[in-house]
């Protein structure tokens, strides 16, 4: 029978894997973290028991929360990334040749240390040159920087524990403080499936701050439900307003100039949740 992981996306429902073997297990200063192999997936990092990211699909989330931001700015030269520990958002932020500096900020350095271990096809870019990694809190540091950014990208944890601030209006308030005058900014917010209300919640938030607030997807198998969302803030570019000789050739296996548009399609119960 072998030994399975079953995340719990709610009270009464989940997802299983098989565990072909466990690499490293321990509870850091912030949360569980757990890196294991699984027979379907490839290696996997769990935080609190909760996927995080894994070899075999982590592609889809990394590069619709760094492209639909990136190509919708017209010269993305500094870009913050508030968590993403793993590193796959910083590998596709570099495959824009405009960035100068891309700083991530994770409040946990175990993160780092064991993707770098056991994640290299995700965490390798981590020790680019264009690269500053800082394991601090990303609410302070947001708090402390002043239009120093032209892209951030919230890549966090679920809101609970570490991340329960980088969820709130207060945050989003200090994310416009700390982008440029012509700034964007994307987080992740979670699946309309379970997370509806947070979804909502976020949404009006991000409306009240940013001139230009919309809502995308991607298909996300290991993460509840498999339907994901990110919302976007922008102080003046609208994605779906990208001139066509913006978009250039990038190596993508999820991402492409007709999704940037087709994300923004969305199913009628996720789009009541913008109004
Ligand atoms: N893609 C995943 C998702 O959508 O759930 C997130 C992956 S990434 C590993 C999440 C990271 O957020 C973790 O490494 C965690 O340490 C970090 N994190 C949580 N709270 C944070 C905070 N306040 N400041 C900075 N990083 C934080």
Not at 76 to 91: H, S, Y
């Amino acid at each position: 029978m072998g030994l399975w992981f079953t995340e719990k996306q709610t009270e009464n429902f989940g997802i299983t894997a098989k565990i072909k073997q466990t690499y490293h297990t321990e509870q850091t200063d912030y949360q569980k973290l757990d890196m294991v192999e699984t027979a379907e997936w490839g290696n996997m990092l769990l935080l609190d028991d909760m996927v995080m990211t894994t070899e075999k699909d982590e592609f889809v989330y990394h590069e619709m929360v760094a492209h639909v931001p990136l190509f919708t700015h017209p010269n993305p030269k500094e870009v913050l990334v508030v968590g993403g520990g793993d590193g796959g958002v910083i590998r596709e932020i570099l495959k824009h040749p405009s960035v100068t500096k891309a700083v991530l900020v994770d409040i946990d350095g175990k993160v780092i240390e064991y993707a770098k271990k056991y994640l290299p096809s995700i965490a390798g870019k981590l020790d680019d040159p264009l690269v500053e990694v800082r394991v601090a809190d990303g609410f302070m540091h947001i708090a402390e920087s002043e239009k120093a950014y032209d892209v951030i990208l919230v890549d966090s944890t679920e809101p609970v524990g570490p991340a329960v601030n980088l969820f709130t209006k207060g945050f989003y308030a200090g994310i416009a403080s700390a982008l440029k005058d012509d700034g964007i900014f994307v987080a992740q917010t979670d699946n309309p499936w379970f997370k509806a209300d947070l979804i909502r919640q976020v949404y009006a938030d991000v409306k009240e701050i940013f001139p230009v607030t919309r809502l995308y997807t991607a298909n996300i198998p290991t993460y509840p439900s498999g339907l994901w969302t990110f919302t976007i803030g922008s102080k003046i570019h609208d994605p779906l307003k990208v001139k066509e000789d913006r978009f250039f050739e990038i190596e993508t296996k999820y991402y492409t100039k007709q999704l940037h548009h087709a994300c923004f399609v969305l199913p009628k119960f996720v789009e009541d949740l913008t109004v």
